[in-house]
């Protein structure tokens, strides 16, 4: 069993608000991701990371930011919500065999 | 562009039926191949995975998937499914480290 925790799991908010989703896993895993994923489509990567110090842009442009100080811990903020970005956040590790072990995820709302 | 397409979105079956997922991929080089699944209200869970030898890998629940390089395919198939089966699949495929996941297909398995 995978442990990697997102909180909250959900969180409605008003637009211009500043947010950060908490991502943290107890695996000792050096790669870490965020995805986004509206509802019944593809997942989408938005952020990642190898290591400590080492942030990553993915493949879909995003206004959110990450950092990476603890091994354990990859935070997502975005500094002022929209409504566009109303979606589901998933945050995921991997070690050495490369596959990737989820949270369950974060469902925002931006109102 | 590396890509992963998954052919159909929605599939019902009955159950007892068989079930075959499509995936292809578009990589250069060494790739890994995953199948996730995600049941209703749960995160992404690992099904199974393909690094290297036998080119057919068995998973949880009863899932196997055939990896043919000269196709470059990678289709899920269960031979008898159940209705706790309903949930939807991603294929993935990761090169270096980086994941690219497909649009998941959405399967429902009715009683």
């Known amino acids: 069993e995978a442990d990697i925790y997102q909180t909250p799991r959900y969180l409605v908010i008003g637009t211009g608000k500043k947010i950060t989703l908490e991502c943290s896993q107890t695996m000792g895993h050096d790669k870490m991701y965020w995805y986004q994923q509206d509802p019944g489509m593809e997942l989408h990567l938005i952020h990642y990371s190898y290591g400590v110090n080492s942030t990553e842009k993915g493949d879909l442009s995003s206004e959110s930011t990450v950092s990476r100080i603890r091994t354990e811990h990859f935070p997502l903020t975005l500094e002022s919500a929209r409504p566009s970005h109303t979606s589901q956040y998933l945050c995921?590790?991997?070690?050495?065999?490369?596959?990737?072990?989820f949270g369950p995820g974060t469902r925002l709302t931006v109102t | 562009a590396q890509s992963v397409s998954q052919h159909n979105h929605h599939v019902i079956l009955s159950e007892a039926a068989s079930l075959e997922l499509g995936c292809n991929y578009s990589y250069g080089g060494t790739v890994n191949l995953f199948w996730y699944v995600q049941y209703p209200g749960q995160h992404l869970q690992l099904l199974l995975k393909?690094?290297?030898?036998?080119?057919l890998v068995k998973g949880i629940k009863g899932f196997e998937a055939e990896f043919i390089k000269s196709k470059f395919s990678f289709n899920l198939r269960k031979p008898s499914v159940q209705w706790s089966d309903t949930a939807e699949y991603f294929c993935?495929?990761?090169?270096?480290?980086?994941?690219?996941f497909g649009a998941g297909t959405q399967v429902v398995v009715t009683p």
């Open positions: 393909y690094f290297s030898g036998d080119p």
């Open positions: 993935a495929a990761s090169s270096w480290g980086k994941f690219q």
């Open positions: 995921a590790s991997s070690g050495v065999g490369y596959e990737q072990y």
